[in-house]
């Protein structure tokens, strides 16, 4: 069974950084592309960053590009995504997710398999 579990989510001041985790369990990030989804209220889910199986260069969508940084820990099954000088347009739920076998960069919901249920950043004027 997959299971993908976020940690890292709060409140946090206009300017203020947070570090998100994810564990993974019952898949393997050696082979599995990952991603950082983020969904704001009345707006559809976006990608925020991923990487595939193959390297360790992540992609990022151009609106977090320079203050996030997304890596991940084959040898602890975790992916983190560092945000630093978070604005109020950052406040959403973010997910981590997964396709296993996936050479690519996950860019829309339907390319990954596996979802977490979601942590939640919220960021105050």
């Known amino acids: 069974q997959v299971q993908l579990v976020e940690s890292g989510g709060g409140l946090v001041q206009a300017g203020g950084s947070l570090r998100l985790s994810c564990a993974a369990s019952?898949?393997?990030?050696?082979?599995?592309?990952m991603a950082w989804f983020r969904q704001a209220p009345g707006k559809e889910r976006e990608i925020v960053a991923s990487?595939?199986?193959?390297?360790?260069?992540?992609y990022y969508t151009d609106a977090v590009k320079g203050r996030i940084t997304m890596s991940r820990d084959n040898g602890k099954n975790t992916v983190s995504l560092q945000m630093n000088n978070l604005k109020m347009e950052d406040t959403a739920v973010y997910y981590c997710?997964?396709?296993?076998?996936?050479?690519?960069?996950?860019?829309?919901?339907?390319?990954?398999?596996?979802w977490g249920k979601g942590t939640l950043v919220t960021v105050s004027s």
């Open positions: 997710a997964a396709r296993w076998g996936y050479n690519d960069y996950p860019r829309r919901a339907e390319d990954v398999r596996y």
């Open positions: 019952g898949i393997s990030l050696y082979n599995t592309a």
């Open positions: 990487i595939k199986w193959s390297d360790d260069t992540p």
